[in-house]
């Protein structure tokens, strides 16, 4: 008998890192995928990681042959900042990847006679908001509204949501034996900016937020490089984890939608700013933006309406904006830099 398991694309990211000591801590098996050696920290707690990329199709059937798969965590991305310095490749890595991985799903399922549950992070940068007074006017954006990306990532994530739907609900459905046959049961949230105490994203265009905690923590200078009035929608590592996990979880009957938005708390980054400066006072932190990324920023919502995710499966945050940094964020990420000195580097994305 193959080992019933759990596949994690993109392990070593930074939803990766979390995922894994979740699901280690509740003894699930896990195998990893990432194109990184995975983080020795993480290897005793999973069953197997491989180095190797979501575009080889040969390394993916292999890996179906060696494993029942119950789950995919599909983490595996390019993200904005990076995906336009050679937005053909992210539209490999992100598309033609998580094309891989839905139809390893859908063999997965028809061999197994069930559905495999095929869970997708989406993000808040499938919005694209017409301009800044009407971000500003609007303010939480439902699921269906606004969705007009504005970079390759926006655009890949979108489309992905699309061929999820369309892998667990419409694939081959001109077969003969097309209804019959269990397909996916694709599940996606779309995350707002993400902040976790242990590592820092790389190459988002979120990340001024994480970024200016960790440097201050640090003791490095930061240039900030948005404008101070800029808002965005943020949530911590803990509760992403829980977001996936609770989805993933969560009675078919429950799910009334493909993808829900999540989120706990809206801030400026004035407000990251003076909260860090509180907790650390030596912190060296300007405000240079970039027009070019602030572009970006300024099309994605202030905040979004995550009623369908606390209704249907009972989605609720652990961490409000007081609890996020009072109570995790700034003791877990002092604590981090007081027993590693080494430095995380800031991304100069
Ligand atoms: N945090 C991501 C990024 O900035 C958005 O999902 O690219």
Known sequence: MREQVILITGANGEIGHGLIRYLAEQNCPIVTLDVNPLDKALRPLVSKWIVGDVLDQILLGRLVVEHQIRTIYHLASILSTKAEYNPETAHRINVEGTLNLLRLAVEQSQWQGQSVKFIYPSSIAVYGMPSLEEKRRIGKVKEGEYTFPTTMYGCNKLYCESLGRYYSKHYRQLAADASTEPTVDFRCLRFPGLISAETIPTGGTSDYGPEMLHAAAQGIPYSCFVRPDTTLPFMVMPDAIKALVKLEEADVSKISQQVYNVT?????????????????????????????????????????????????????????????????????????YAHKPETIDIAKS
């Open 264 to 336: 706990s708390f809206s801030l400026s980054a004035q407000e990251i700013y003076e909260i860090v400066m509180q907790a650390f006072p030596q912190a060296q932190i300007t405000f240079e933006p970039d027009p070019r990324r602030q572009k970006i920023v300024d099309t994605w919502p202030e905040d979004v309406d995550d009623s369908a995710a606390r209704a249907d499966w009972g989605w609720q945050p652990d961490y409000d904006l007081e609890h996020a940094f009072q109570g995790f964020l700034i003791p877990k990420i002092r604590e981090r």
